[in-house]
């Protein structure tokens, strides 16, 4: 399978700049993967699609300000940092730009001195590796220091960095926003839960595997970058409650996809585990515990695109996103939702 298979025409016009003012006044495009049938609407239409014993499953991964500027000690010159992984230890994966200033041994500081570290490797992907030095909370300088990392396709400023979280994000660790989870408020939430609709949570630090292109034409060739997810015993324990009972578990995004097919045991249940992942979904996957999926417009060509023709077959995806291109979809992190059913 090619990753010319998975390409689509994307005016730029298209891509969302900007967050809506109301989280839950985007499009919703319903695609059934059996007969390929697109139905239109808005976000808030997806509790009709809801029914009591489903579980909504959520990425409540927190978006770190990632993206520091820092300058080198010995010369002065300017370096930018985006955060990726936190190895413990005060040691970062970091992605650097320009990448010759950060050799090996490079000394740079952040904030006039507040923070400073030293590049201790460089990964074949030319990622570094880095060791932080500072007095007092890691995280307390990152919000005074940091910038959301906001996908290099978004070029607008983000005026409220809460816009770049979800409602329910808790635990810190990403380079990216779960961005499905950013259609839904406490008040939508809530009237899934009246429905009888079960909300678990589970955890996947989006790291910049999100945003890595494919570079090999034969995806299978394509590796993916790990991401550390966790999912606890109380998720667990509703997921497979909610199998059992014979009702549907709706991912939402493909971060909580990629979650729960990885824990997933060799009986189809739900494991709490929490470890890294590579798992690369493309068509001929066969889900073990997802039945459903919201998520928004993807990439073409990305792993997320694979990822949602998995489920809803390719034809029927690229039939879905030509669709989405005639009607002015808004596309990507602010865009507009699907809903695999």
Not at 94 to 121: N, S, Y
Request: charged share 30%; with cysteine.
């Amino acid at each position: 399978m090619k990753k010319s298979d998975f390409n689509f025409e994307l005016p730029e016009e298209l891509i969302a700049q900007t967050p809506l003012e109301d989280r839950t006044g985007s499009r919703l495009l319903i695609a059934n993967s059996e007969t390929g049938e697109l139905i239109h609407g808005k976000f808030t239409d997806i509790l009709e699609y809801l029914e009591e014993g489903d579980t909504l499953v959520m990425n409540n991964t927190k978006v770190i300000p990632a993206r520091i500027y820092g300058k080198k000690m010995d010369t002065g010159a300017g370096i930018e940092f985006l955060l990726l992984k936190d190895l413990g230890d005060n040691r970062w994966e970091t992605l650097v730009k320009p990448g010759k200033k950060a050799k090996v041994g490079a000394e740079i500081e952040f904030g006039d001195g507040l923070l400073a570290c030293r590049v201790e490797d460089i990964l074949e992907d030319g990622t570094r590796i880095v060791k932080f030095e500072y007095e007092g909370i890691f995280n307390e300088m990152l919000e005074s220091l940091g910038e959301m990392p906001l996908p290099p396709y978004i070029t607008e400023r983000l005026e409220d960095r809460g816009r770049y979280q979800t409602v329910y994000a808790e635990v810190e660790g990403s380079a990216a926003a779960p961005t499905a989870g950013l259609h839904f408020t406490d008040e939508l939430l809530e009237a899934a839960r009246s429905k009888g609709v079960n909300i678990a949570y589970v955890t996947l630090h989006v790291g910049l595997g999100t945003f890595r292109p494919v570079k090999e034409d034969d995806i299978d060739d394509h590796i993916m970058h790990s991401e550390y997810y966790e999912i606890g015993e109380e998720t667990a324990r509703i997921v497979n409650e909610t199998k059992k009972r014979g009702n549907r578990v709706i991912a939402v995004g493909t971060t909580s996809v990629r979650t729960l097919e990885s824990c997933a045991d060799e009986n189809n249940m739900a494991e709490a585990k929490s470890e890294e992942t590579d798992i690369f979904i493309y068509p001929g996957y066969e889900f073990k515990l997802v039945d459903r999926i919201i998520t928004n417009f993807h990439l073409p060509e990305s792993t997320l695109i694979m990822l949602v023709s998995a489920k809803l077959g390719s034809e029927n995806t690229l039939k879905a996103y030509r669709e989405a291109v005639d009607q002015r979809y808004r596309f990507f992190s602010f865009g507009d939702a699907m809903f695999i059913i």
